[in-house]
């Protein structure tokens, strides 16, 4: 699934961007930017190599990863790892620090893995964060998961969510 969106600076000036599946070729370019110029906005919880043995095709983890793309230069990344095909684990989600309109591309970046967790039948969604959970529970709300507990594990903070069974996300009619 593949999505355009257009986005206006509070200057008028528009920047359109492109969120879709990371595909075989695109690791190298993401590598170089997020080394160069990227920004985890989950505070830095997973390091990239970590994430590049992830995608590695011997792996048995099963991942899903989304790029963002403007004017054919990734500027966004953000990778799941799926356990037990219900638990959904968001391990990165990070755009460049000085794209245009990064907010918003933030928030779109984050919905495209609402949307996936949502709509493979994902029931708890666990953000690895260093965050504090007050930081995004109303945002976690809008795309149809509750918060449920806040925790270390390990070396890693959480923060976990389920799945509401009972609407569709508001989020999901806008």
């Given at each position: 699934?593949t999505?355009k ?24 370019r ?28 011997g792996s ?11 004017s ?11 356990e ?47 965050l ?43």
């Amino acid at each position: 699934m593949t999505f355009k969106m257009l986005a206006m600076d509070d200057d008028k000036v528009s920047i359109e961007f492109t969120v879709r599946p990371l595909e075989e070729g695109d690791l190298p370019r993401v590598l170089e930017l997020y080394s160069a110029n990227m920004a985890n906005i989950l505070a830095g919880v997973e390091p990239i190599d970590a994430l590049r043995s992830i995608t590695d095709s011997g792996s048995a983890q099963k991942h899903e990863a989304w790029i963002v793309e403007t004017s054919g230069t990734v500027i966004g990344l953000a990778m799941v790892v799926v356990e037990r095909d219900s638990f959904v684990h968001l391990k990165l989600l990070c755009v460049a620090a000085d794209a245009p309109k990064r907010q918003q591309i933030v928030r779109d970046l984050a919905e495209m893995v609402m949307r996936y967790t949502w709509e493979s039948g994902g029931m708890k969604l666990i953000v690895h964060t260093a965050l504090p959970a007050g930081r995004f529970i109303d945002f976690m709300h809008a795309f149809g998961f509750d918060f449920s507990r806040e925790r270390d594990a390990g070396d890693q903070h959480v923060v976990e969510f389920y799945r509401n069974l009972y609407e569709r996300p508001p989020a999901f009619d806008a």
